[in-house]
Structures are given as C-alpha cells and as structure tokens.
C-alpha cells in the first residue's frame, strides 16, 4: 500500500452534526487533496494542502473546512453536515507541484446524512 | 477557464473488442495530461501520463497521445478484458506549474462483457 489510509472508512450521520474525516499519510508528501466523488459530477477538489498550515479551497469548498497542523495529517471538517454532502470522499497525496508528480489516492471514506 | 471534457458513459463492450475513450481539454498552454483509473471499490490510480505535445502515453496495453492540435488525449486499448471494467478518468494540471491542482473530467465507466 501506498502508506495513505482514510478514516473512518464509513459513517453515517445526521443532518446538522458536525464530522471529521481524517486523511493520515506516512510518505512524508508535501501535498494533500481532499475530493469528493458524485454520480454525474465525478471527482471535484474539495480543499487542499501545499504544505503545513498551507491550504487552499477547490471548486467545492462550501460547508468544508480543513486543517493540516503536520505534514502527516489532513483534516477535512463539515462543521453541520447537510444531504448534499452525502458523497464519497478521497484523500489524495503528492511528492511536489501536481502537474510533475503522481497522485495517490486513499481508498475514501462513504459518508451518509440522513 | 480550464477544463476536462469526456464522452458520456457507460460503455459497454465484449472481450477483446477495441476501445477508444475520448477525452478533450482547454488550458493554457500546454499541461500534462493524465489518464486515472478506478477499480470498483478502490481510490483512483495513475494508469498512464503525457508531459508535452505529441508525447505517447502507454501502460497495460492502454495508450494516449499528446494532441495540442485537437487539445485531445484520447485513450485507446486494441484489446479489452473483463478485467478492463473501472471508471477511467482523464486529467490535466490546472497551469503549467505551481500549486494548482490537477483538473478531472467526470470519469467515463466501462463495462466489459466476456
């Protein structure tokens, strides 16, 4: 395995509660994505990470917040979830600038708001 | 602004039948271009890549060429397998360096019958 792990792997919630999806990574990559895959829409760039404390809002970013306190780590917090972020998430990690470097992906996490 | 446009699924197909998905970008300049592939119930996996015009991607029997002049990346296998059957995705970075990440196109399934 690449040594990138998404957790939890399943959940379901409520609407209005707040959850956390954790992203851990032990390869030391300088970059982290979090995306969201929907039938029709397919992968959209929720936020991302360029280094500690370095992020950036994708296309999606609205109700999601992030946080990367160490490199090994990315956090991605919807604060009261809604239905419309019933989705699958996927972190994803790069050595260096995204246009020279492979992504790898996580196996995502399910999540379901009822 | 930049973008990926592939061809509506699914695809269906019978072993061994050829396969041609078609993929159209807009950027600026000239980015790299990307094939993904997705496994059912997996994250998504590098299956083959172009860094500059005319540059001929190849893994697995998949190939794609580097098309600045169609701005295409058309990916094609002579010979599909049960095995084949995942959602592929087509790619490019967002600019040509920097931090932006990569661009997805809605992802094309394919179904491969024996």
């Known amino acids: 395995d690449a040594g990138i792990t998404q957790s939890p792997r399943h959940k379901v919630t409520e609407t209005g509660t707040p959850v956390t999806l954790r992203c851990h990574q032990t390869?030391?990559?300088?970059?982290m994505y979090w995306y969201r895959q929907d039938p029709g829409h397919g992968l959209r760039l929720i936020h991302y990470s360029y280094g500690v404390k370095d992020t950036d809002k994708g296309e999606v970013s609205d109700g999601y917040s992030v946080s990367r306190s160490k490199t090994e780590d990315f956090l991605l917090t919807l604060e009261s979830a809604t239905s419309s972020q019933t989705s699958v998430y996927f972190c994803?990690?790069?050595?260096?600038?995204?246009?020279?470097?492979?992504?790898?992906f996580g196996a995502g996490s399910r999540l379901t708001v009822l | 602004g930049n973008s990926v446009t592939q061809m509506e699924g699914p695809v269906t197909l019978s072993e061994e039948a050829f396969l041609t998905i078609n993929c159209t970008y807009t950027a600026t300049g000239y980015p790299s271009l990307f094939w993904y592939v997705q496994y059912p119930g997996e994250g998504l996996q590098l299956l083959l890549k172009?860094?500059?015009?005319?540059d001929k991607g190849s893994n697995k029997g998949f190939e794609a060429t580097y098309r600045k002049e169609t701005t295409s990346f058309h990916l094609e296998k002579g010979s599909v397998q049960v095995s084949d059957s995942a959602v592929y995705f087509c790619a490019h970075e967002g600019r040509n360096s920097g931090n932006t990440p990569l661009v997805f196109g809605k992802g094309t399934r394919l179904s491969v019958i024996a």
């Open positions: 390869e030391n990559h300088r970059y």
């Open positions: 994803a990690i790069s050595p260096g600038a995204p246009g020279a470097n492979v992504l790898t």
């Open positions: 172009a860094t500059k015009a005319d």
